[in-house]
């Protein structure tokens, strides 16, 4: 089993917690993914899920989304059991991107960001002049304006990812969460996407992601949620989180961790079986 480092979160702690997986068992058929897992997402900060391949990320932040139901535990949102909260009422609170979306062919940016509105309509309440203000600001926010009579199936995959992200700004939440945002992307447009999502956070969202490239994970988070086999390692703040043990823990990964040259944040360095200094004198599984 493996063993979790207690870390404080330090400035990972940002107040008040409003989403919290509590004793959550959860999984595919009869295969078990997350067993009996606590997780307490820091609120007014960016959190994100670091992993290898398989081991839950991406399930623990869809039983977060209430999209998998727990087999027992329960998430809690504000307090209330998400289980119990009705879907449009969900979607009032929280906003999720998930992997790769897609739009319909030919919709275009305006009327698929104008869909983050759906949980604000009711045969009560239909379309305002409040709604379009919500959408032209998220539009703004998320800095594609310009695009807004473009198709979406016409735009790069950056501007795309802005445009889905500007959608669940419109559902009018301060709670985001983001699967694997920078999927598909290149570099530049990886780093244009997590840009955005550190504006959004200074702006006051509370975010949740799940990366794969760990070191635009450590610059980009605050609190940093470290799994392996549907279990937590650690968490807390990059800088108290990763090492060269946890890492080798964690994913087998043998590297070295230093100083970031242009951040605050650690900068992880991993060694393979060649193209090693031979100074360095470092075994492809040693610890450091």
């Excluded at 400035?11 to 295969?31: D, F, K, N, Q, W």
């Excluded at 809690?76 to 929280?94: F, H, M, N, P, Q």
């Excluded at 470290?226 to 703040?237: C, E, K, N, S, W």
């Excluded at 964690?250 to 970031?260: K, M």
Aim: with cysteine.
């Amino acid at each position: 089993m493996a063993t979790q480092h207690t870390i404080e979160s330090g400035s990972g702690a940002g107040g008040v917690p409003r989403l919290a997986a509590e004793g959550v068992t959860v999984g595919y058929g009869t295969r078990t993914v997350i067993d009996a897992l606590d997780v307490t997402i820091p609120s007014g900060v960016v959190t994100t899920i670091i992993g290898p391949n398989g081991c839950g990320k991406s399930t623990l932040l869809r039983t977060l989304t209430r999209l998998l139901k727990p087999a027992k535990g329960a998430v809690v949102l504000d307090g209330e059991d998400i289980g119990t909260l009705r879907t449009r009422d969900v979607a009032k609170k929280l906003g999720l991107l998930p992997q790769a979306p897609v739009a319909p062919e030919g919709l275009t940016v305006a009327d698929l960001v104008a869909r983050g509105r759906h949980p604000h309509q009711s045969w009560l309440r239909q379309w305002s002049s409040d709604d379009a203000a919500v959408v032209e600001r998220a539009l703004a926010m998320t800095g594609v304006s310009d695009l807004a009579d473009r198709p979406v199936d016409s735009l790069s995959g950056g501007q795309r990812q802005r445009v889905w992200i500007s959608m669940t700004l419109a559902q009018g939440t301060d709670l985001l969460l983001l699967d694997e945002p920078t999927t598909y992307l290149d570099l530049a447009h990886a780093i244009d996407v997590l840009d955005l999502v550190d504006d959004l956070h200074e702006s006051g969202c509370t975010v949740v992601m799940v990366l794969h490239d760990l070191n635009l994970a450590t610059r980009y988070s605050d609190n940093l949620v470290v799994m392996r086999a549907g279990a937590i390692l650690a968490q807390g703040h990059p800088r108290d989180v990763i090492t060269a043990e946890l890492l080798h823990e964690a994913f087998g990964l043998s590297a070295q961790v230093i100083d970031d040259p242009v951040g605050d944040r650690p900068l992880i360095v991993p060694i393979g079986r060649t193209h090693v200094r031979p100074s360095l004198n470092w075994a492809p599984n040693q610890r450091k």
